[in-house]
């Protein structure tokens, strides 16, 4: 039963902390997206990348966020300060994008930040 | 600018009922729309993926319909149970962009047993 898996499922941080947040996309997906949820604001596309390249990270606060995939295994989320406002729940979600059609995106159980 | 309208953002209905939650979408050019549940503390759930070509998509229980040139779909769940609660989002992916699904609010659904 392929799936996202994403670690670590919870973290409590101080303001100012570095946290990096990582997401297993499921195998052979080419396309992998970090979304962010809170209640006032929903579901935000922060960053997403297909083949490993950066397609559009429009969505993410340039001075403190930075997404990155090392590998086609892993993407990694990194917020560096970080600060209360960054308390939300961070989603991974891959996809499959082939012969011009895009497939189900499949999200990961998100890691749940909070940040003191 | 893409925005996804999801009414009622709540429902409260007797178990064995039928029922529709509603979508609605500002731009018709859309490459598909996913329906997702969300449980409480959880990930999101893949329901079911209309295409842009296609009118509806059925899965058990669930129907989804696609109206694009009004900006709208349903979700249709029959004969429903306690184990349906959950929050339901609607989601659109914006054509020739990639992957890009931008979210409705959500319609958070309790069934009473």
């Known amino acids: 039963d392929a799936r996202v898996t994403q670690t670590p499922r919870h973290k409590v941080t101080e303001m100012g902390q570095e946290v990096t947040m990582r997401c297993q996309p499921i195998?052979?997906?080419?396309?992998v997206f970090w979304y962010r949820q809170t209640m006032m604001q929903g579901l935000e596309l922060l960053a997403y990348?297909?083949?490993?390249?950066?397609?559009?990270d429009s969505g993410m606060p340039k001075d403190r966020f930075s997404a990155e995939m090392p590998d086609a295994t892993l993407a990694t989320l990194k917020i560096q300060p970080s600060e209360p406002r960054d308390s939300a729940v961070y989603f991974c979600?891959?996809?499959?994008?082939?012969?011009?059609?895009?497939?189900?995106?499949?999200f990961g159980p998100g890691t749940r930040l909070t940040v003191t | 600018k893409q925005e996804v309208t999801q009414i009622p953002a709540a429902l409260s209905v007797p178990e064995g009922e039928n029922l529709v939650l509603n979508c609605s979408f500002t731009?018709?050019?859309?490459?598909?729309l996913q329906w997702f549940r969300q449980d409480p503390g959880k990930g999101l759930t893949s329901l079911l993926l209309?295409?842009?070509?296609?009118r509806e998509q059925t899965s058990g229980r669930l129907n989804a319909s696609l109206d694009k040139s009004s900006g709208r779909s349903t979700l249709y769940i029959a004969a429903s149970q306690p184990g349906d609660s959950a929050t339901y989002l609607c989601?659109?992916?914006?054509?020739?962009?990639?992957?890009?699904?931008?979210f409705g609010q959500g319609t958070e659904l309790s069934v009473k047993p």
């Open positions: 979600a891959s996809g499959l994008v082939a012969g011009g059609i895009s497939y189900e995106q499949y």
């Open positions: 195998l052979g997906h080419n396309t």
């Open positions: 990348f297909r083949n490993r390249a950066p397609l559009d």
């Open positions: 731009d018709s050019a859309i490459y598909n």
């Open positions: 209309i295409q842009s070509s296609q």
């Open positions: 989601a659109v992916l914006i054509y020739n962009q990639g992957g890009k699904l931008i």
